[in-house]
């Protein structure tokens, strides 16, 4: 039995065949020495990859959606570009293989575009490369994936997203990963599917590819591989208990979240995409009660558009109907970076240029997303945070521009809704000054994460600071008290957003101090109903 570790992104025990990702291994093709037989192969290459595009095309459009699908769409269009067609065919002509014009004649245009100024087609540069790539596959002879019959738990050293939306979901049983991070697309995926995950672990994956079974505890944050009898019993036993845990928390759905004594609570749900909010849906979620809108911006290559934004707002607004919906604005900055919008590196990012603090200062980046979110309160029930405030101008200033976008929409001519405009509260002094916040604010949703790490002035993301960072310190639980205290002499509700609204030891604290919503990863939230439903308060 060899194990190790990983960051746990969900929680659950997966035992089964182990299945490596392996990113296919460039080879160095042969040429026939003919240039028509080269030509002829990398047609026939170019035919088979756009009937793999097609299918894989239909794939995401059902599993994902349009929007997602369109990444493969863009792809296909680029095997009858003209400038690519044209270089492979002269590389070919000048004797080379096709397998190394196709791959070639790919990175070069990929470099030229990733160099340009406009965003868009930098952004295409990725997509050239992908594409070129599965051509060269082709001519190799195929990628090297090949998945067995049944489920398995897939073993990676990264997962792209055009990567993870190729993959049999409903046949994956656990994620482990070497990279990646609690935020990344496989954690994202695997929280959606409620499935055990493992980031940045040190798996070795020659070995995974080696062994009979693989186990990954996602409590604990461990895997084994090939475990002894004594492993496997305990693994076992942890299974079943969390499958039969599962079975009893189905009593609760359906259910409102109400106390003993009358007291309504509203259990929501933290996301990241559109998607999600289907697995918000299906975990019997009230709400979204945190959708972290910067993973719209993660993974690309260049800022998406207003009408990018206002399509995924639409589909969450829709997909939720009644239930309300909380779009955080733009959390880019600290743990969180994109290179494409050129942000200075600096000394200190947790306490630099973050949050609203980006959105204040470049209103080019803020005004879209207000923009898309207005336009999608027509069809649902939309609210909006700003994260990271600190001062009562900076709310101010915020409000002032949606006030204005919304007038700037219905001059257009665009229906609108009224959007209720909350603050984030992360910062020690937005909590201190809650009461102040609190008559400009509609509700009040606390970033524990966040508020723990600047109150006690530890990383968040250090590993090493675990025992320093300590959620229940008696001054972050002061703080809490504060904010819920004045939002409820304002009128106005309050909740917990960050991971500390999962916490089963918090629970009946939060009902005790007066907050009425607590949000968290879908998975979490038919356990804290429980909670919630058998508390006195
Ligand atoms: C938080 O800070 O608690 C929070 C919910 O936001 P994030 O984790 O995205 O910073
Ligand atoms: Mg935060």
């Given at each position: 039995m060899k194990q190790g570790s990983g960051l746990p992104v969900f929680p659950g025990v997966a035992i089964g065949k182990a299945v490596v990702y392996q990113k296919a291994q460039r080879q160095e093709a042969v040429a026939s020495g003919d240039p028509a037989i080269e030509q002829a192969k990398f047609e026939e290459a170019c035919a088979t990859a756009k009937e793999q595009l097609s299918q894989l095309?239909?794939?995401?459009?059902a599993d994902l959606g349009e929007e997602q699908a369109a990444i493969v769409e863009v792809q296909m269009l680029m095997l009858d570009d003209l400038d690519y067609l044209e270089a492979v065919a002269g590389e070919i002509a000048n004797g080379a293989a096709a397998a190394t014009a196709a791959a070639d004649c790919g990175e070069n245009i990929a470099q030229v575009f990733a160099s340009l100024d406009d965003e868009y087609m930098k952004a295409r540069s990725a997509d050239i490369r992908d594409v070129s790539q599965r051509v060269a596959d082709i001519l190799n002879g195929g990628s090297g994936f090949h998945l067995p019959e049944g489920k398995f738990l897939l073993v990676a050293e990264d997962l792209a997203p055009s990567e993870t939306i190729q993959l049999p979901r409903e046949r994956i049983l656990a994620f482990v990963t070497r990279q990646g991070s609690s935020s990344s697309h496989t954690a994202i995926l695997a929280r959606t599917l409620n499935i055990p995950s493992l980031v940045q672990s040190d798996i070795s994956l020659e070995d995974a590819a080696q062994c009979e079974t693989l186990a990954v505890d996602g409590f604990t944050g461990n895997w084994y591989m090939d475990p002894d009898a004594q492993t496997l019993e305990m693994l076992r036993k942890k299974q079943a208990?969390?499958?039969?845990?599962?079975?009893?928390?189905?009593?609760?759905?359906?259910?409102?979240?109400?106390?003993?004594?009358?007291?309504?609570?509203?259990?929501?749900?933290?996301i990241g995409s559109p998607e999600d909010a289907e697995a918000a849906v299906a975990a019997d979620a009230e709400g979204i009660g945190l959708m972290r809108s910067e993973f719209l911006y993660l993974g690309r290559e260049n800022l998406p558009s207003e009408d990018e934004l206002f399509e995924a707002y639409k589909k969450v607004a829709q997909i939720m109907?009644?239930?309300?919906?909380?779009i955080r604005t733009l959390d880019i900055g600290a743990d969180k970076q994109v290179d494409y919008m050129n942000l200075d590196k600096e000394e200190n990012p947790a306490l630099g240029l973050r949050g609203l603090r980006i959105c204040l200062t470049r209103e080019e980046i803020f005004r879209p997303q207000l923009r898309a979110i207005y336009r999608a309160s027509a069809y649902g029930n939309l609210n909006v945070m700003f994260p990271m405030v600190a001062s009562v101008w900076e709310l101010q200033e915020a409000k002032a521009l949606c006030k204005k976008i919304r007038e700037e929409l219905e001059a257009e001519g665009v229906p609108t809704k009224e959007v209720p405009i909350g603050v984030m509260v992360e910062t020690p002094a937005a909590a201190v000054i809650a009461h102040?916040?609190?008559?400009?604010?509609?509700?009040?949703?606390?970033?524990?994460n966040d508020l723990?790490?600047?109150?006690?002035?530890?990383?968040?993301?250090?590993?090493k600071l675990g025992r320093f960072y300590d959620p229940y310190h008696p001054a972050l639980l002061a703080l809490l008290a504060h904010i819920a205290k004045s939002a409820n002499e304002a009128g106005i509700w309050a909740g917990i957003c960050g991971e500390l609204g999962a916490d089963p030891k918090m629970t009946e604290t939060f009902l005790k101090m007066?907050?009425?919503?607590?949000?968290?990863?879908?998975?979490?939230i038919l356990a804290t109903r429980r909670l919630v439903c058998e508390s006195e308060e």
């Open positions: 095309f239909e794939k995401a459009k208990e969390a499958d039969s845990d599962r079975q009893a928390l189905e009593a609760y759905r359906g259910r409102k979240s109400v106390t003993k004594s009358g007291k309504q609570i509203l259990l929501c749900a933290n109907g009644e239930r309300p919906v909380v102040e916040l609190a008559k400009e604010a509609a509700f009040f949703s606390v970033g524990t723990t790490q600047y109150t006690l002035a530890v990383d968040r993301q250090n590993a007066g907050y009425s919503e607590l949000s968290m990863a879908p998975g979490r």
